[in-house]
């Protein structure tokens, strides 16, 4: 039991929340595939949804492991901790480049943006596997707690140290991306008319998605760790309610992503005349066969 959610209520957060990472798994798996298949849509912009993508799916993959008893083995929740974080903070690391490319490109109007995509692309793993050891480290002898979303152990101080080592530092990011976007939002609602107008347009109406993602996603969770740490949990009424949907909400950033980012014209494009060409070469195929079955006949 975790406070008042008994542990038949924590599985059916776990399969609530199994259901939404599938969607997500989904989604980023749609993308990555689209990246690797098409060669003609590896250019800057969808490179970069295809990485953020990985770390969605990587994500969503660790929401699936099933640890919602008590009786789970440290290991695997170590495990789930540990891929939890990682693929939480390259991910939102990852953002901060787009963002810093947005920037540099729609502001400064620097366009050499690919050399430095692979010195980043080391920086977020590096700073992503660190932030994540910090509590893996300083926890480990005392592993006994574990490290599982759901359960948490008895300790009372593991919910104030996962807050200051997850939720702190995920906003700190968080509102340094949302400070770029909304200077790269202003710039582009900012510029004068054109035959560009209407192209800085729509790019303006596409970055105003990401921080409505972020904060529809997060907010939810982070009030649930805000209520942790401040104990309130006996005196909320609708503990497993609150539970269930932040983390839904939370599981689902892997979906919204690929659909505000990786369901672009061009991709809609490519999907329709690659569904064509299969149409076309099955009737052909058909139309073939039946003129050998025709000629062999006759």
């Known amino acids: 039991m975790v406070y008042g959610i008994s542990d038949g209520k924590l599985e059916d957060i776990y399969v609530s929340n199994a ?35 990985v770390f969605d799916l990587i994500n969503a993959i660790s929401f699936m492991i099933p640890t919602y008893n008590q009786g789970i083995s440290d290991e695997i929740c170590i495990i789930q901790g540990i891929l939890m974080n990682f693929s939480t903070f390259g991910a939102i690391l990852w953002t901060s480049f787009i963002a810093i490319t947005l920037y540099a490109i729609v502001v400064k109007s620097y366009l050499n943006i690919e050399w ?27 592993s006994s707690n574990g490290f599982c979303w759901l359960y948490q152990g008895a300790h009372p101080g593991r919910y104030t140290f996962r807050f200051l080592t997850f939720l702190v530092p995920l906003w700190v990011v968080l509102t340094i991306n949302l400070s770029l976007y909304v200077v790269v939002f202003r710039h582009l609602r900012g510029g004068i008319g054109g035959e560009d107008a209407k192209i800085r347009k729509q790019l303006s109406k596409k970055i105003g998605i990401y921080p ?6 997060y907010l939810p969770y982070t009030i649930k760790g805000i209520i942790e740490v401040q104990g309130l949990w006996d005196e909320f009424i609708y503990e497993y309610y609150f539970t269930l949907i932040a983390g839904v909400i939370r599981c689902l950033i892997g979906l919204l992503n690929a659909f505000a980012y990786g369901f672009t014209k061009n991709v809609r494009k490519k999907l329709k005349h690659f569904c064509s060409k299969n149409k076309y070469d099955q009737n052909k195929s058909t139309l073939m066969t039946d003129m050998d079955k025709k000629n062999n006949y006759n």
């Open 212 to 217: 409505l993602i972020i904060f529809f996603c």
């Open 19 to 53: 259901i939404a990472s599938i969607l997500s798994i989904l989604g980023c798996a749609f993308i990555i595939s689209m990246y690797l298949i098409f060669k003609d849509l590896r250019k800057l912009a969808f490179k970069l949804i295809a990485v953020l993508s």
């Open 116 to 142: 430095l995509m692979k010195r980043y692309i080391i920086f977020d793993i590096f700073v992503a596997m660190a932030i994540t050891a910090i509590p893996n480290i300083l926890e480990s002898r005392n």
